[in-house]
Structures are given as C-alpha cells and as structure tokens.
C-alpha cells in the first residue's frame, strides 16, 4: 500500500491507521492541475505547502516521515499532498506554474501565487517553520 493510503486512512491496517491519527497535518490530496489555481488563489490569504512524494521511493518515505514529525502544530499553512507515482502531470505543471525544477520528495511553500521556500530530499527536514511562521 502506499502512502496516499495510509495518509488519508484507506486500509485496514491499524498499525498504518495509527500512523495517519498521529500525523498533525491535515492534508489535502492534490489530484487534479485544476487546483493549482485554488493553491494559488489561496495563497493570497495564507501560505500554502505542497508536499510531492514518491510512494516507492526509500528516501521519501522517509523525508515525510521526518517532516511530519517537525512540523508545527496550531498553524494556518494549507498543506496539500501529491503522490507524484499517480499524478506526474501534476507535478509537471507545478513546476511550469511555480518556476521551480522538479524534485522528489520536494516541499514548497506558496505566498502570494509565488513560491517563497522550496526544498527537496533531505533539506526538507531542516525547514525551520518557527523562523517562517512567526
């Protein structure tokens, strides 16, 4: 099973239904190019993450699990999650719409229609959300 599934709760297994309940983000599936314009749209009111994950990817899997273990709770970032496996011309067109090369994993956060932090891999995990989020 993927991580879409486990992330918005589609299996059986608890120890995987687990995981999505302690996860402090409410993601978003990010599934159709059509909301690129809302997450734009969006962010001309709050900042807006995108989060791109390959579900059979090692490294990933664990950037993401990383990422949600350091990631802010009680805040107003609109996070929204594409597994790239599924949804490749998505990503394609975040990168044409954001002007940021593709990566996977990568994180983007969004404001004011333009991307004001981008990280891929490992860096993803030494967002300081404090410093950005003030």
Not at 14 to 33: A, D, Q, R, Y
Not at 43 to 49: A, E, M, P
Not at 67 to 72: A, E, G, L, T, Y
Request: some cysteine; charged content about 25%; hydrophobic content about 35%.
């Amino acid at each position: 099973m993927g991580i879409f599934e486990n992330i918005f709760g589609k299996t059986s297994n608890s120890s995987e239904n687990k995981e999505h309940e302690e996860s402090k983000i409410k993601w978003i599936p990010l599934t159709s190019i059509q909301q690129i314009k809302e997450i734009k749209n969006l962010s001309k009111t709050n900042l807006v993450g995108i989060f791109k994950h390959s579900t059979r990817c090692v490294i990933s899997r664990t950037v993401l699990d990383r990422f949600q273990q350091v990631f802010p709770e009680n805040n107003s970032i609109k996070m929204y999650y594409l597994d790239l496996l599924n949804y490749r011309d998505v990503s394609n067109e975040i990168e044409v719409a954001f002007q940021v090369l593709h990566q996977s994993p990568q994180f983007l956060l969004i404001k004011e229609e333009n991307p004001i932090l981008h990280a891929s891999h490992y860096d993803i995990t030494q967002i300081n959300f404090q410093k950005i989020i003030k």
